[in-house]
């Protein structure tokens, strides 16, 4: 941004110090004047963004807490060190740069006897930096780029379970993540709001340096959604994709179930005003100010819609944080209380410095952060020229990363919608003969995914059931395309602890463990509001279609456990 001339210069100055008696010009707040802060800085804007992002890798961290050991650990579903010891004997059994690049994690350089207590422990670090940020609302290039770090060194070694989109695919934010606070950490800066770590007042006091990160964000990622809406299912351009989604969505929530029924034209409503927000709203950030805020209001008001009709991760939650960035501080000043030594009071004396000063000193720190600036932008502009070119291809491919870091990729989510909803029903017995007519077939509940036809849907955004989602995707496929769903066949006839912890109900709890467990193929509906089976409390009604995988003893998978390097379970 241009300096002011000098008359306007000398007009501030004098409007800034005018006697008692004048009346109270933009930033004053005296007792009978509200506190008015001018458009154009985004100290507040930092706060909050540094928070909301905070927020996600919170959840994100506590998610892997949660189930890492369950799903990649040394007893895991599918263990990480059998993946990366089939990383390293794809390079000649050295774990040098070469699978260093090909998955990125510090687990390279842990102990791989104890991969629990790494899973563990780089949760938990995740945990406590991402705590420090969210409540003091502050961190530096080193705090966000740990949190990078860590939790890309969980993605990589994640496999299938943060491979789908929601499903933690990637990194919260990508790059952006230890950028948003401008690369730079404030030394010796006066206006540093009382926190440790924080920035200058300089590296926010620009708006247009501002809404470039937010603009590429928004330019690569929304309308990316959008393009592969168009490009791919009929039902899209038809707009009458969303006569299925609420129903076909990998975990339904409640709200889902009545949004399913809404009357036809609610439905092509929908489909419409999502093809307006993700290909037309984007752009908004380029036409000024207001635009820009309309822009950010519009998305996350979308964002808040999703959220409510659907479990989807942190996914609408993370896609919320670049649209703070729409919002300077005049704008999200309401949220903020006023009063002397409050941030909105801070700010506005600092708006008041940052009117008198012709040009901000130029320090050598200074000189570092813009050619930090200037080397990111070109590292993102280069990184993204395969996404744009993917972007623009009549052959989109969504969901997919250029290079190892994942820093710049390409993303799309429900590019097709299924049409009906199957569910794969894990069910155990404790009778010697599977095949008898009175064998006893128990089911198995998960945490979230439709199962029990009376529970009703659960509600969880943003937090995330790993394994629940990719039993949808299994769903519609078969058990050879998903190895890791026999593993846990395996450990339901052993009654292990740890993956039963990600289950909700085991019917052989506190009872031997069940001789046969076996996979049924149902198709799911919802029930009519109103209807004979919403009214006998049933949320759901299902058809068997026929059987996933057959009867499965322990002794039966002894080989296929051997196969794959998976520890033979033990039962409890």
């Known amino acids: ?73 040394d007893r895991g579903l599918l263990p990480c060190k059998v993946y990366l010891k089939s990383v390293q004997q794809h390079f000649q059994g050295q774990a040098g740069w070469g699978a260093l690049s090909y998955a990125p994690t510090i687990l390279w350089l842990l102990d791989w006897s104890h991969m629990d207590f790494n899973l563990d422990a780089l949760a938990l670090l995740g945990l406590g930096i991402s705590s420090f940020i969210l409540v003091t609302g502050c961190a530096n290039m080193v705090l966000m780029a740990a949190l990078w770090v860590l939790y890309m060194s969980l993605v990589n070694v994640g496999q299938i379970w943060m491979g789908v989109p929601a499903s933690g695919n990637g990194v919260p934010g990508d790059l952006p993540v230890p950028s948003l606070d401008s690369v730079s950490t404030a030394q010796g800066d006066p206006h540093i709001l009382d926190c440790s770590v924080g920035l200058s007042v300089a590296d926010f006091q620009n708006h247009a340096r501002s809404s470039k990160g937010d603009s590429h964000c928004f330019l690569s990622f929304l309308p990316q959604q959008g393009l592969i809406k168009i490009r791919g299912d009929q039902c899209w351009r038809d707009l009458t994709c969303m006569d299925f989604h609420y129903e076909t969505q990998p975990v339904p929530n409640p709200m889902a179930y009545y949004l399913h029924h809404s009357p036809w034209w609610v439905h092509r409503f929908e489909t419409l005003g999502n093809h307006f927000l993700e290909l037309v709203v984007p752009f908004f950030v380029f036409l000024g100010r207001r635009m820009c805020v309309l822009h950010g209001a519009l998305q996350i008001l979308f964002q808040v819609v999703l959220i409510v009709s659907g479990n989807l991760s942190f996914l609408n939650w993370l896609t919320i944080v670049p649209s703070v960035a729409c919002f300077d501080d005049a704008a999200l000043g309401l949220l903020f209380p006023s009063g002397p030594g409050s941030l909105k009071d801070r700010v506005l004396k600092m708006q008041k410095e940052g009117a008198r000063e012709a040009r901000p000193t130029l320090t050598y720190g200074c000189m570092m952060r813009q050619a930090a600036h200037l080397a990111l932008g070109v590292l993102v502009a280069w990184l993204s020229v395969p996404v744009v070119l993917n972007l623009l291809s009549p052959t989109q491919v969504m969901n997919s990363s250029f290079n190892p870091l994942r820093i710049v990729n390409t993303y799309g989510a429900f590019g097709s919608i299924t049409k009906e909803r199957t569910e794969v029903i894990l069910q155990g017995t404790a009778s010697p003969n599977a095949s008898a007519p009175d064998a006893v077939w128990e089911d198995y509940e998960f945490k979230c995914k439709p199962g029990d036809l009376r529970r009703r849907p659960c509600l969880i955004s943003p937090y995330h059931h790993r394994l629940d989602w990719l039993m949808w995707f299994a769903a519609f496929q078969t058990y050879e395309h998903n190895e890791w769903v026999i593993h846990l066949a395996g450990k339901l006839l052993a009654n292990d602890a740890e993956v039963l912890s990600l289950l909700a109900h085991n019917p052989f709890a506190d009872r031997a463990p069940p001789r046969w467990v076996r996979g049924e193929h149902y198709r799911y509906k919802f029930s009519r509001p109103g209807g004979l089976h919403a009214a006998d409390g049933k949320w759901w009604i299902r058809k068997r279609i026929g059987p996933y995988f057959p009867p499965l003893s322990l002794r039966d998978l002894k080989g296929y456990f051997r196969a794959r390097e998976w520890p033979h379970p033990e039962p409890a």
Request: one cysteine or more.
């Open 1 to 73: 941004m241009a300096a002011p001339e000098e008359p306007l210069r000398r007009r501030k100055v004098a409007s800034a110090s005018q006697g008692p008696g004048s009346p109270p010009g933009p930033g004053r707040d005296p007792a009978d004047c509200p506190a008015r802060l001018r458009a154009g800085t985004f100290w507040l804007t930092r706060i909050v963004l540094l928070r909301a992002l905070a927020f996600i890798y919170f959840v994100a961290f506590l998610v892997a807490f949660h189930q890492n050991k369950q799903l990649i650990g």
